[in-house]
């Protein structure tokens, strides 16, 4: 023992500087020291710099007006500000977004069971379409929708017209717009009644089949209650609602609702882009549930459309949610493309910012603070629903 | 804490440090033998490069007579193709020495922005250009329309006062780069394009049938267009400023690429200063040789030569000299006499 | 039996036994194969009727536009104008070379051939699993060969004449990009997976953040930061050439997905494999250059190889910084007046569309055969 003691007092290994605290310590320290001064001197040179060249700094701009005119979904004009203007760019990224995330969802759930369908045909073009729009940019598929399908559409004199009210050319679809009367909020508090006449009806018809094995077809019932029910107090409030026509002006058609080609081939190309994603994850998530439980299911004798429905779908949920958050996460980055086609998204407003404030360093940080703020609200909100179907499982 | 405060103080030093040890551009662009300049990423007449990635146009022009003041060899420039969103920041930032990209000089470009403006080598303002097929002949009749115009620009602000101005209602449609604009436009997404008038005639030409689209009459705002550099270098300013000047004085003073040997013997004693001859040196003043004028000259010729080579009658673009011209021929274009 | 009789009183338990099913049919041949297939129900046969109209309406279009209406050759717009049905392949063909090189000086271009063959010289034999000396493949892919294709490319040695960064472009660049962001971004991000997982809670607050700032934003804010507000964060007269401050902001970024997919892997070598190296006596770097990375990053291949084909389709958005790269390149010819027609912009656009395909399909392929060669190492 003494012997292996001397051994050890000697040994290098013991010296302080070799002990892991205090190297753990050290490194740190060390890490520390040079990310704040890496920080610091960026910072110390930015500050100089742009003190030296006489480069306005600071947020005041945000406050003051723009000047210049975009079509945004909010109403700006040229006297808006700019904070309001970068607002409306916001605005339109998001709702870009979420329109897209919901057709890249349902186009990627068809296209991912299609992948695994028996059908050979379902399946090949169910292959081919992933194959494809997996291995190209999506900035191509933004181009190819604005540049390849839109802009050949015929010119707006000489629009495609599907009825009266509607038309097709290359500055947009054009249609009806709905403007609500004054009584229109009678019909909402009806439709709202009778969605939940037609819950209630569907959680005593869950409850009966449970306890006496008859069915109940709560599902037509429910529609029928909500048709009717909404339909009449509809009639009854005296058609509170009418419908705004696009009209013909010499260069345009106004009034109505648009959807522009810019609008429109983003949305597309990122629903269409990202769907081929969604469709392997969930085809990876369906192929996770055990042949077992489809086969279990088939033995109890629920249809192929109920196996899905109730058996494999809910449980392949549980591998699909993580990795689509990612998606969703990417399709928000993604409409900073708008920029390519002139959607006015928040990066392409802040280009128009940045040009008569020539407040670059400002706009780059609200545009990294605004999707920062939005990556995080979607991680947290698909955090809850993994949270919410996680729970269910026993 | 003591490492970080020492860190801090050495991050500061080599901060400072290297700040003061830089001179200033001009010593700098002497140093590394050539003028980084920022020219259009593709403006027929104005800055366009060819398919070998030649620059030539007006404004490149600028950014060679630059070069050749400072080392007698107008092709010592390296050039930055940017657009609209990029050309502020990348003078802001250093990258490049000189921003020569059909660029307006505003009061806040001069101000807050941290440029100064070396001159006008055009006088420009904003217009439009429409299908020929729409029957539009003045600007006025564009009520409800829907305008292309490139983002980054102070062409969208004009577009946005001219139209509250009058009244009338219209929808912009603001796309990022030249190229996606004339694209949009041209594929009818748009009845009208705008932009300076130059700028018009330039992007006409990219058009597949430049006789479907006409300018119409109607000039919206002012657009003087010039060289602009950072506002804390005075002497890089001076430089490219006189340089300007120069171009126009020679024309002025009837110097041409031809005749600028000849004009060596002039008796005149403005060419003599012009061009250095005798104990005349008013290069050094700028931190240049005596022969910087006669270089520039030698190299590119006079103010309107170099307009009749880019922009003038007998090119594509054929835009005559208009308010252009100097100051005795109808014009306003008027040279600071080298003095 | 009394067991099995009360539990077939439940209501939704079938009372008496199905009838056999028929003998299945002979399998083989067309007609079996397509009934099995294609036809197997009411259902199957609806939806492949409504399969093959679909599949008919998209590619009979697609393939009469692109080869039989197309224009093959010309030497202007003349030739295309026309022809508004039909791709314009002459402009594709006309456009080749900048395509590829950019507006590499066409002298010099031989230069840009030679790295593209050092390149397969050092890819190929690293891609295939049996080829030998793979150490050495390793130094020469993440050192050898940049330096050499970089001395070669830049010039200004060797009596090279320069070539300035500004004027490369086209596929070329984009391979440039795409691959110096991927030699950059697998060490970057092997080094903030293991800060990531380290026991330093400073370490790891620093990579946690840095990796999920750049997984937060798009990547069109970092390489605008990068490529343009860059210069104004260093002393005046610091600056460096363009391009490269674009791959600095391309390869961090990239690295930071890296990391993430790096991670994957080391959370999924057991706890016994560091225990093992720590009980022979291992030090941190050791146990990881010897016994965890090497095991974690091959599980992780076919993740890295998808973080590479985002990272190659994310090239595409240098352009926001006028870097031209394929696309770009392609984008900025569809105004060039000599070849301006109705249908130049799609056939470009088709062009670059599969030049980007052939590499992320064959990158893809390749991971898929890693995997499943890696799967039959694991059932063995």
């Known amino acids: 023992m003494a012997v292996a003691d001397a051994g050890r007092i000697s040994s290098p290994r013991d010296r302080w500087y070799n002990n892991p605290t205090v190297r753990s310590i050290a490194v740190q320290i060390i890490l520390i020291v040079a990310v704040v001064g890496t920080i610091a001197w960026f910072a110390n040179n930015t500050v100089t710099n742009l003190r030296e060249r006489g480069i306005a700094s600071g947020f005041d701009f945000l406050g003051k007006r723009a000047g210049f005119d975009m079509t945004t979904f909010l109403n700006t004009n040229s006297e808006s500000t700019y904070g309001y203007m970068l607002l409306a760019g916001l605005v339109d990224t998001i709702i870009v977004a979420i329109l897209a995330i919901a057709i890249a969802t349902v186009l990627g759930l068809v296209v991912g069971i299609a992948r695994l369908s028996s059908n050979w045909l379902i399946r090949t073009i169910a292959t081919v379409y992933v194959e494809f729009f997996r291995n190209i940019p999506p900035l191509i598929v933004i181009l190819f929708w604005y540049l390849g399908v839109l802009a050949t559409l015929p010119n707006i004199r000489d629009a495609i017209q599907i009825g009266p009210d509607f038309s097709l050319s290359n500055r947009g679809i054009f249609m009806p717009r709905p403007v609500l009367g004054p009584n229109f909020h009678i019909v909402i508090i009806a439709f709202v009644l009778s969605l939940v006449i037609a819950w209630a009806v569907r959680r005593w018809a869950h409850a009966r089949r449970m306890a006496t094995g008859q069915g109940f077809p709560s599902g037509w019932v429910g529609l029928g209650i909500v048709v009717v029910l909404t339909g009449g107090v509809f009639l009854a409030t005296g058609d509170p609602l009418t419908f705004e026509l696009p009209v013909k002006t010499r260069f345009n058609i106004v009034g109505g609702w648009t959807v522009t080609p810019e609008f429109a081939s983003l949305f597309l190309a990122l629903g269409v882009y990202t769907a081929s994603f969604i469709a392997e994850i969930v085809r990876s998530g369906i192929m996770a549930v055990s042949q077992g439980q489809t086969e279990a299911a088939r033995a109890l004798g629920l249809r192929d459309g109920l196996v899905l429905r109730l058996v494999v779908l809910p449980q392949a949920l549980r591998v699909i949610i993580p990795p689509l958050a990612s998606e969703y996460l990417n399709i928000t980055k993604n409409t900073s493309l708008a920029v390519a086609v002139g959607y006015a998204d928040l990066v392409a407003v802040g280009n128009n910012v940045l040009n008569p404030t020539g407040q670059s360093i400002e706009v780059v940080a609200v545009w990294m603070a605004f999707y920062l703020g939005l990556s995080i609200i979607i991680s947290l909100a698909m955090n809850w629903f993994n949270a919410r179907i996680a729970l269910t499982e026993r | ?339 | 039996m009394t067991d099995m009789q009360s539990q077939t009183d439940v209501f939704f338990v079938r009372q008496e036994m199905v009838q056999a099913s028929p003998p299945p049919m002979r399998v083989r041949g067309v007609w079996p194969w397509m009934r099995k297939n294609l036809f197997g129900s009411v259902g199957d046969t609806i939806l492949s009727i409504i399969g093959a109209i679909l599949a008919l309406a998209i590619v009979v279009p697609v393939l009469q536009w692109s080869l039989f209406n197309a224009t093959w050759t010309g030497d202007n717009r003349e030739a295309c104008a026309p022809n508004t049905v039909g791709a314009c392949w002459a402009f594709v063909k006309a456009n080749f070379g900048q395509f590829i090189y950019g507006r590499y000086p066409d002298p010099e271009r031989w230069r840009v051939n030679v790295t593209f063959v050092l390149l397969a010289a050092g890819i190929i034999p690293m891609a295939i699993p049996s080829a030998p000396f793979k150490r050495l493949n390793l130094l020469y892919v993440f050192i050898i060969f940049p330096v050499l294709s970089g001395c070669l490319l830049v010039g200004g040695m060797f009596g090279l004449p320069v070539v300035e960064t500004a004027l490369w472009g086209g596929l070329f660049l984009t391979l440039v990009v795409s691959y110096v962001g991927m030699a950059m971004s697998l060490p970057l991000g092997i080094i903030l997976a293991l800060g990531r997982r380290s026991k330093m809670p400073i370490v790891q607050w620093v990579c946690v953040f840095f990796i999920e700032v750049c997984r937060g934003v798009p990547l069109i804010t970092v390489l605008f930061m990068a490529g343009i507000l860059l210069p104004l964060f260093l002393p005046t007269g610091v600056n460096f050439d363009k391009l490269v401050r674009a791959l600095l902001g391309l390869s961090l970024f990239a690295a930071a997905y890296m990391a993430e997919v790096i991670r994957g892997g080391l959370q999924a070598i057991p706890k016994g494999q560091y225990e093992g190296a720590k009980s022979l006596g291992l030090g941190y770097w050791t146990m990881m250059r010897l016994i965890i990375l090497p095991q974690a990053i091959t599980i992780v291949i076919p993740g890295i190889v998808n973080t590479f084909i985002g990272l190659f389709k994310d090239t595409s958005l240098v352009y926001i910084i006028s870097i031209f790269e394929l696309l770009y390149t392609v984008r900025n010819s569809f105004t060039d007046p000599v070849w301006a027609t109705s249908t130049t912009p799609a056939s470009g656009l088709l062009f670059a569309a599969l030049v980007f395909w052939i590499f992320c399909f064959g990158m893809s392929r390749y991971s898929k055969f890693t995997e499943d060669r890696l799967r039959v190492g694991y059932k063995r």
């Open chain 2, 1 to 339: 804490m003591k490492k970080l405060l020492v860190s801090f103080a050495i991050a500061a030093t080599l901060g400072l440090g290297a700040s003061a040890a830089y001179a200033g551009t001009l010593d700098d662009v002497k140093a590394k033998g050539f003028v980084q300049c920022g020219v259009n990423t593709g403006l027929p007449g104005f800055g366009n490069p060819d398919a070998s990635g030649k620059y030539t146009g007006f404004d490149v022009d600028y950014c060679r007579a630059v070069a050749a003041a400072i080392f007698g060899d107008p092709d010592k420039v390296k050039y930055t193709p940017l657009d609209g969103t990029e050309r502020f920041p990348a003078l802001q930032s250093g990258e490049i020495d000189l921003l020569v990209r059909n660029t307006t000089w505003t009061m806040s470009r001069d101000t807050t922005l941290g440029f100064t403006f070396a001159g006008v080598n055009y006088y420009d303002g904003e217009g439009f250009m429409v299908h020929k097929s729409l029957g539009v002949a003045h600007v006025d009749e564009l009520k409800g329309a829907t305008i292309c115009v490139q983002g980054g620009t102070d062409t969208v602000t004009g577009l946005a006062d001219y139209f509250k101005k009058k009244g009338l209602e219209y929808t912009p449609l603001v796309i990022d780069k030249l190229a996606d604009v004339n694209a949009a436009y041209e594929a009818g997404r748009c009845d009208a394009l705008t932009t300076d008038r130059s700028g018009l005639a330039a992007n006409r030409l990219q058009m597949k049938n430049p006789d479907d689209h006409i300018i119409l009459p109607e000039v919206i705002s002012q657009e003087p267009l010039g060289p602009v550099v950072r506002n804390n270098d005075v002497q890089w300013f001076q430089v490219v400023k006189w340089v300007s000047n120069a171009l126009l004085d020679a024309e002025y003073l009837g110097i041409t690429q031809a005749n600028v040997d000849d004009m060596l013997k002039s008796e005149d004693s403005a060419v003599q200063r012009f061009l250095g001859v005798g104990d005349n040196n008013f290069g050094k003043s700028i931190g240049l040789d005596a022969k910087w004028a006669y270089n520039i000259v030698k190299a590119l010729g006079n103010y309107g030569e170099v307009y009749d080579r880019n922009l003038g009658p007998k090119t594509p673009l054929g835009l005559e000299r208009g308010v252009n011209a100097q100051w005795n021929n109808g014009g306003i274009q008027y040279g600071m006499p080298i003095l």
